[in-house]
């Protein structure tokens, strides 16, 4: 079974820049999470989609940071513009469902995002 | 929301050795609290899951132990491997994962 695909694998852009991150989950995984692990910290979620919709955007900076799944599967998340504090590791993650109960997370290999 | 501290301390171990690492939380006893495993430069794998009602889980050469009475729990390594070198998460399961910043463990051989 394939595992969750990111790309890129690396970016390095300057502050005020703009840079997207793309996430193609597990097939058949209704659940897509998107988290932010800063050096030294534990992930951060972003935000968690249930098919196309948002359950929690609680911690995304809505200010800067959108992101999408427009048809369910696939996800991109967006930075614009990019400050020096967002240079982190952002982390995809999916699992069969995320509404009630445990359900497995799987995550990517995460894309390492450096702000200059 | 739920604050999750680990030993900050890095762990050094010698092969065969057990190693234990600490995860605290600081407010409500969640209902479930998860253990990861991170290599450098990948995603955290699932581990191990220990709901509020057990007191210890098994895994081949894994425990995990579940004391909501100290709000902790205790992750056992036994007769460690140089394989087992990598960073360990604490996640807390309240609707979200909020997990701590990790131990990181390495094994001499």
């Known amino acids: 079974e394939a595992g969750v695909a990111q790309s890129p694998r690396y970016k390095i852009i300057e502050k005020r820049q703009s840079v997207a991150f793309w996430c193609n989950p597990i097939s058949g995984h209704a659940t897509l999470y998107w988290y932010q692990q800063i050096l030294g910290q534990g992930p951060k979620l972003l935000i968690q989609f249930q098919n196309n919709g948002v359950v929690d955007d609680s911690q995304l900076p809505k200010d800067r940071f959108s992101a999408e799944r427009l048809k369910g599967v696939d996800s991109t998340l967006k930075i614009q513009p990019a400050k020096l504090e967002d240079s982190a590791v952002y982390l995809c993650a999916s699992s069969t469902d995320g509404l009630a109960g445990f359900y497995e997370q799987f995550f990517g290999p995460g894309t390492r995002l450096t702000v200059l | 929301s739920q604050k999750i501290e680990q030993n900050s301390e890095a762990l050094n171990i010698q092969e065969g050795k057990t190693a234990t690492l600490t995860c605290n939380y600081t407010?409500?006893?969640?209902?479930?609290l998860q253990w990861y495993r991170q290599d450098p430069g990948r995603g955290p794998v699932f581990l191990l899951l220990i709901r509020e009602n057990e007191k210890e889980k098994r895994k081949e050469r894994l425990k995990v132990t579940f004391d909501t009475t100290l709000k902790q729990s205790l992750f056992h390594i036994t007769a460690s491997q140089p394989a087992d070198s990598a960073t360990y998460l604490c996640a807390t399961d309240d609707y979200k994962l909020s997990f701590g910043a990790g131990t990181t463990v390495t094994v001499r051989a």
């Open positions: 407010n409500y006893s969640p209902a479930y």
